[in-house]
């Protein structure tokens, strides 16, 4: 039987306008489903531009159930749930991401990031480090390295912390010197009060102090470490040097330096120091501790509270006023000790400390603030002399 090739020719055309068919049936539907997730897309954008976070949601929702494969609405339905505090779905859509194999390797990395963000946000403190430490290797290190900073020092955590501040001191992403030279203390102070190690603290501080010269805690705390010991002679060597390394701490270690002078014989050379530190940077703590060397040396009141005149005369000062009125004889002793008492209570606020980071304030004086966690964020100069 021979085969008939005018079929042949006939099924060709038949073919070709069946597939022509079944192209445009495609290519019109694709086009609905496109014009649709663009609208809900838009939609949510507007939402959003709104502060409508509610019906961005659902906007972005639609829009990730029409094309599941956009990555981009998935990292924004993530981020609008984190931010309403939602952090169960943020997970889930992120771990949605994670999950999928066809995700690039720079989505993964942002994915995981932002996975890290949510169980900071949750609490999830564990899972969160988890996450950050799968970060390590990717260009979200750094950022990972500083959060799990944060998070070592909220937990004191002091060996990883300074593990981690030296990984970014060896990416020069900045100068961590200074951090590290207080993690040494805050090590040292622990081994000090719970294993009674006064020679390990010791080294810690002393090291400290090799590593960063300009620091001023190492040098407070070793002299601190070194006066409990007796020996005095060191303590004060210590403060003194803060003079030619960190001038501008001399007034957080005035009176201590005063105390410890005095303690070894060595009052005269304090009041040297004090003065000379006063004519540089005039501050009411150091006119403060010299007022103290002097009644110390065996001066009478009326002389020894120059300093405090002096003070107001450079600059009006109501503790200088207070204080230079403590000890005044032109008034009754009961008449006296209600003034005093009504300027002390005006000049409590003025003697604070205010963190120049987020402006907390404290009548002690803090290497971290307690409001904002940063170091060294207090100018040692009380509120009145700023």
């Given at each position: 039987m021979e085969f008939d090739l005018s079929w042949l020719l006939l099924g060709v055309p038949i073919?070709?306008?069946?597939?022509?068919?079944?192209?445009?049936?495609?290519?019109?539907?694709?086009?609905?489903?496109?014009?649709?997730?663009p609208k809900a897309y838009f939609k949510g954008l507007s939402y959003l531009l709104n502060e409508q976070q509610d019906q961005a949601i659902?906007?972005?929702?639609?829009?990730?159930?029409?094309?599941?494969?956009?990555?981009?609405?998935?990292?924004?339905?993530?981020?609008?749930?984190?931010?309403?505090?939602?952090?169960?779905?943020?997970?889930?859509?992120?771990?949605?991401?994670?999950?999928?194999?066809?995700?690039?390797k720079s989505d993964r990395e942002r994915a995981q990031f932002a996975l890290a963000q949510d169980f900071l946000k949750a609490g999830l403190i564990d899972r969160a480090e988890e996450a950050l430490r799968k970060l390590i290797g990717t260009p979200y290190q750094n950022q990972a390295w500083l959060t799990l900073l944060s998070l070592h020092e909220r937990a004191r955590d002091w060996p990883q912390a300074t593990a981690i501040a030296r990984d970014l001191q060896q990416t020069g992403t900045s100068d961590f010197?200074?951090?590290?030279?207080?993690?040494?203390?805050e090590l040292a102070a622990n081994v000090l009060n719970k294993q009674k190690d006064p020679a390990t603290a010791m080294q810690l501080l002393e090291q400290a102090i090799a590593d960063a010269p300009t620091a001023a805690r190492p040098r407070v705390q070793l002299a601190g470490l070194l006066a409990g010991?007796?020996?005095?002679d060191a303590a004060f060597e210590q403060l003194a040097q803060l003079e030619t390394h960190v001038p501008q701490t001399v007034p957080l270690i005035a009176s201590e330096l005063v105390r410890i002078g005095q303690a070894c014989g060595r009052l005269q050379?304090?009041?040297?120091?004090?003065?000379?530190?006063?004519?540089?940077?005039?501050?009411?703590?150091?006119a403060d501790a010299i007022v103290q060397a002097q009644v110390?040396?065996?001066?009478?009141?009326?002389?020894?509270?120059?300093?405090?005149?002096?003070?107001?005369?450079?600059?009006?000062?109501?503790?200088?006023?207070?204080?230079?009125?403590s000890h005044a004889t032109f008034a009754p002793d009961d008449t006296r000790a209600i003034v005093q008492r009504s300027l002390?209570?005006?000049?409590?606020?003025?003697?604070?400390?205010?963190?120049?980071?987020?402006?907390?304030?404290?009548?002690?004086?803090?290497?971290?603030?307690?409001?904002?966690?940063?170091?060294?964020?207090?100018?040692?100069?009380?509120?009145?002399?700023?």
């Open positions: 073919v070709f306008a069946l597939g022509w068919l079944a192209s445009r049936f495609d290519l019109r539907q694709w086009r609905i489903e496109n014009n649709r997730a659902d906007a972005f929702i639609e829009a990730v159930q029409r094309d599941p494969d956009t990555s981009e609405l998935h990292f924004a339905l993530g981020n609008l749930f984190r931010r309403r505090g939602e952090y169960e779905r943020a997970v889930r859509v992120h771990e949605h991401l994670l999950a999928r194999a066809d995700l690039s010197t200074a951090r590290l030279a207080h993690y040494q203390c010991q007796q020996n005095w050379d304090a009041i040297t120091l004090l003065e000379r530190a006063y004519t540089q940077t005039p501050s009411l703590d150091v110390a040396l065996g001066t009478p009141w009326e002389q020894a509270r120059t300093p405090y005149e002096q003070h107001m005369a450079q600059e009006p000062s109501l503790i200088a006023a207070t204080r230079w009125l002390e209570h005006a000049a409590r606020p003025l003697a604070r400390y205010r963190c120049a980071a987020c402006g907390f304030e404290t009548q002690g004086y803090f290497w971290q603030c307690p409001g904002c966690q940063a170091w060294d964020s207090f100018p040692p100069r009380r509120i009145e002399e700023l």
